[in-house]
């Protein structure tokens, strides 16, 4: 079975650009979740997913968004990037809303100069 | 919303049993405890899950007292691979709205 994909693997951007990160998740999966990480930092919810609406959001300003489409799959948008919004950009699936467990995908290293 | 405060880092050594503690005082009633284990620059991995009591799977067991606002994580003779962050995560269980907040890791490293 063929886990979390993201894409691109790396990203590098200047400020004020717009990045644009995919995520596929596990086949049946309907739940993706979004996570920021900074460099030794711990994971910062950022978005939620499930059956295309968005559930809920964490502590980030509007600039960053996303979608989930039919298949399932995800895409997450930073808009007007800050140097600050280098990070290591984590997606998860998992099977239900409940406490089901999340699988992640190897993440997107978004770089911004 | 449960907070989660885990130890920043601990040491130990190839062999030993390591413990690491996780505090969630405002874990709720549908709330479930879920632990993972991340490497550098990869994906947080599950490594188990509780309500209540212990749970114990082919890697970890999970203790959970009966007042639930703690849970300790117990890793059996680890080894020099078993050096990661490793996760704390109060998960709301039940349908509506969840919020999935990480605590900060604990940053285990295993010596030989």
């Known amino acids: 079975e063929a886990g979390v994909t993201q894409s691109p693997t790396h990203l590098i951007k200047t400020r004020g650009q717009q990045a644009t990160l995919r995520c596929s998740p596990i086949s049946g999966h309907t739940s993706v979740y979004w996570y920021q990480q900074a460099l030794g930092l711990g994971l910062q919810f950022l978005l939620w997913y499930d059956e295309g609406e968005e559930r809920n959001r964490g502590n980030f300003p509007p600039r960053f968004s996303g979608r989930q489409f039919p298949n399932y799959s995800s895409e997450l948008n930073v808009n007007a990037l800050e140097l600050e919004d280098s990070a290591l950009y984590l997606c998860a699936s998992s099977l239900t809303e409940g406490p089901d467990t999340q699988y992640f995908g190897p993440g997107t290293r978004l770089t911004v100069l | 919303l449960a907070k989660t405060t885990q130890p920043i880092s601990m040491d130990s050594y190839e062999g030993q049993e390591v413990n690491i503690t996780c505090s969630h005082n405002n874990i709720a009633t549908n709330d479930y405890i879920t632990w993972y284990q991340q490497f550098p620059s990869q994906g947080p991995r599950f490594i188990i899950q509780?309500?209540?009591t212990k749970v114990t799977n082919e890697v970890a067991s999970l203790f959970i007292p009966a007042d639930r606002k703690s849970s300790t994580l117990s890793l059996p003779r680890v080894s020099l691979s078993d050096t990661a962050v490793y996760y704390c995560l109060v998960e709301s269980g039940g349908t509506g709205f969840q919020k999935l907040v990480f605590g900060t890791g604990t940053r285990l490293l295993v010596s030989p």
């Open positions: 509780g309500y209540k």
